[in-house]
Nanobody, 119 residues
Framework: QVQLVESGGGLVQAGGSLRLSCAASGRTFDIYLMGWFRQAPGKEREFVAAIRWSGGSTSYADSVKGRFTISRDNAKNTVLLQMNSLKPGDTAVYYC????????????WGQGTQVTVSS
């Protein structure tokens, strides 16, 4: 099993930046994909970005392309989400999650970190 802990959320003004971190522990050798998701009040959880644990290929939601960057530090078992040009619409609880090899769904989730963007 993989355990995930997010950090780095907070309050920022529109146009500002934040960097989220997700530290993985446990069976990290079994990780295939790491992703970031977010859930705003009253809305469904939505995909933000993902990165292959090996190789580093990335994907992004259209709403964050060009503003957010996902990266990983395998030596530290950490995934980062650099968020620039933040908008009030980015306000949400952000979660990281991991998916194992050959599995269709994300299986382990962090506890979430709040990001609030003021106008």
């Amino acid at each position: 099993q993989v355990q995930l802990v997010e950090s780095g959320g907070g309050l920022v003004q529109a146009g500002g930046s934040l960097r989220l971190s997700c530290a993985a522990s446990g069976r990290t050798f079994d990780i295939y994909l790491m992703g970031w998701f977010r859930q705003a009040p009253g809305k469904e959880r939505e995909f933000v970005a993902a990165i292959r644990w090996s190789g580093g290929s990335t994907s992004y939601a259209d709403s964050v392309k060009g503003r957010f960057t996902i990266s990983r530090d395998n030596a530290k078992n950490t995934v980062l989400l650099q968020m620039n040009s933040l908008k009030p619409g980015d306000t949400a609880v952000y979660y990281c999650a991991e998916r194992g090899f050959g599995l269709p769904d994300y299986r382990s989730w962090g506890q979430g970190t709040q990001v609030t963007v003021s106008s």
